[in-house]
């Protein structure tokens, strides 16, 4: 089963990813792909604060904050995966160290494709996304590519997963599917 879970900050997506996982899995191997690659303080806290939270779950944790697909040699292909999150994957790709930083627009179809491919050739996958294009400021330019960007591959992912709900408020809302919790 192949699972999309979109939201906003702090209403849930992981928690909900985790339990969905856990479900899933059931006693087979489950596996946690973490794709922050931390930069600062916060994101090394929240990185801490992600770990705490699946702690005693049954986890194992790969890092892989560019090409997806690259973690799948080293792992169980049957088991059940969690990908938080395919927000932080773009922004990897897109702005790439070895570019300066600078954007590259192309790396953003790779992501999307690289998902789609990692979810289907696993056993079951959860993949968190962040919603940030429902408020009405306009950001500078690679903010607003960033934002299409991902609005793209959210609406890719969402065609191909079995279930697809959206947390608000800690409440999901189920848009495809059904929860199999």
Known sequence: MTCFISGGAKNGKSTLAQNLAVTLSRNGPRYYVATMIPVDAEDRARIRRHVADRAGLGFETIECGR????????????????????????????????????????????????LIAFVRSVGNAVVVSDYLYSDAVHYDPSTEAYRRCLAKIDRRLAQVCDTVVEMSAGIPILYKGAMPL
Do not use: H, W
Not at 86 to 102: D, G, H, I, R, S
């Open 67 to 114: 090409d997806i697909l690259s973690c799948l040699n080293r792992v169980d292909r049957t088991g059940t995966f969690l990908v938080d999150s395919a927000t932080a994957l773009l922004q990897n790709a897109l702005f790439p160290p070895e570019k300066n930083y600078e954007m590259d627009l192309e790396a953003a179809g790779r992501c999307a494709d690289e």
